[in-house]
């Protein structure tokens, strides 16, 4: 039986993957589960699967977990030091799908044991990708990418050799308001822009697949995953969402992955690695599905990809700033603070601000300068949000 964890099991990828674990749970044993804020689904999932712990990120939560939890002999913990120490009971696979930065610290401690570690909290890459490489190296464990753009270019590159790869395009949807007239944007809601045309994910994710700030995390971790060159790398609008990445090789062959939008081929595929076994996900008819289109990446309507190649060519902790910016201004959108553009407006603000600050380009990528640079960059966020807010 292989040892499983989850961590953000009660979130969208979460609930995929124990999906797959499901239809055949006599092959897995299921250490820990974890969660935040939905507890009621943390402890159903915990007593179906046999879990040894759950375990939710908020210690005011714990009461209730042990309440729904009582008398089952599934332990119950809270709070970030819980999840670390779950991180590090023995597992031969972690999925890391808990949504934000908060999904590092667990990451890298799964990794310091030695476990294959699925990694869809692409958050990880784009804050420490040299450390989460490093970690990896340095205790033989393995990351396989999670994100559907990077387990397409991931299979891509199978058997393949690296230094023979011209580039690597990966595709975005659009989002929400891809076929919006630009004078429209301002007026945005957050429950418009987390209505997805094609994709059932999390609420944040799905925002930010509208200001195309999930695509400028996903080049940025294309970069850091792949160690690929950032002027390798290109984004373009498709709106079918059935190619999810290409890679294109020195001889001009062009290597596509194609699939439905399902995250259960993705999830599945770094579950199984590195064997291919049968997935519950639909069959294309290419007859039936009868073209697909492409289009421009337009910087104009999404300033978030020229932010993400800023970052790129800057390196060090510009990541870790970059994503802790877009948390906080995203935070504001679905508060309705600051508008939908706005969001862009805030990163950059806050990019100029800390990187101007000595230290930051040319630092070492550890635990502790990611976590500060996260902890200026939100504090800076929070600044100019009130300052827009007047
Ligand atoms: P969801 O919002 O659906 O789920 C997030 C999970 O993280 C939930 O289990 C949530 O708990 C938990 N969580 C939230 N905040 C914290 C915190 N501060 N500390 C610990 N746990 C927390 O997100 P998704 O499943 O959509 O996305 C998860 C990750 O996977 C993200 O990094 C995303 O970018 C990436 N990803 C997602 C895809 C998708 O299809 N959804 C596709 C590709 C990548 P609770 O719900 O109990 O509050
Ligand atoms: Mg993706």
Not at 84 to 102: F, H, K, L, T
Not at 132 to 139: D, V
Not at 331 to 348: L, S
Request: charge should be negative; hydrophobic fraction near 45%.
């Amino acid at each position: 039986m292989r040892r499983i964890t989850i961590f953000g099991a009660t979130g969208s990828i979460g609930q995929n993957t124990l999906d797959l674990i499901a239809r055949d749970s006599e092959a897995y044993q299921v250490v820990a589960l974890t969660g935040d804020q939905n507890i009621a689904q943390l402890a159903r999932d915990a007593i179906q699967h046999r879990a040894e712990i759950a375990i939710t990120a908020d210690v005011h939560r714990l009461d209730d977990l042990r309440t729904a939890l009582s008398g089952t002999g599934i332990k119950a913990a809270a709070g970030p030091h819980a999840l670390v120490e779950a991180a590090s009971r023995p597992a031969d696979w972690v999925m890391s799908s808990i949504v934000g930065s908060a999904g590092l610290t667990p990451g890298l401690r799964a990794l310091e044991q030695g476990a294959r570690l699925a990694l869809a909290n692409k958050e990880s890459m784009v804050c420490a990708g040299p450390l989460m490489l490093s970690t990896a190296k340095a205790h033989g464990a393995q990351i396989l990418p999670v994100d559907s753009e990077h387990s397409a270019v991931f299979q891509a590159l199978i058997g393949e050799d690296i230094s023979a790869v011209e580039r690597v395009i990966i595709t975005a949807s659009g989002g929400a308001f891809r076929d919006w007239p630009l004078e429209d944007l301002a007026n945005a809601t957050p429950e418009q822009a987390a209505q997805h045309p094609n994709w059932d994910m999390g609420q944040r994710i799905t925002i930010d697949s509208a200001t195309m700030f999930n695509k400028a995390l996903e080049l940025i971790e294309t970069k850091e995953f792949f160690e690929i060159h950032p002027s390798k790398i290109e984004a373009v609008v498709h709106p079918e969402s059935m190619i999810h990445a290409l890679v294109g090789f020195n001889d001009g062959a062009l290597m596509a992955h194609v699939g439905p939008p399902d995250m259960r081929h993705a999830i599945g595929f770094a579950l199984h690695y590195p064997h291919r076994k049968p997935l519950p996900v639909e069959r294309l008819d290419l007859v039936a599905l009868g073209q697909l289109t492409f289009r421009a990446a337009d910087e104009t309507r999404w300033p978030a990809l020229r932010l993400a190649r800023e970052v790129m060519a800057q390196g060090g902790l510009s990541g870790a700033v970059f994503n802790a910016a877009k948390e906080r201004a995203l935070d504001g959108f679905i508060a309705k603070r600051i508008g939908f553009q706005q969001i862009a407006v805030v990163v950059e603000e806050v990019l100029s601000r800390v990187l101007a600050q000595p230290g930051h380009i040319d630092a070492d990528i550890t635990l502790d300068n990611v976590m500060n640079a996260d902890h200026l960059a939100r504090v800076r966020a929070d600044e100019i949000i009130n300052e827009i807010e007047g």
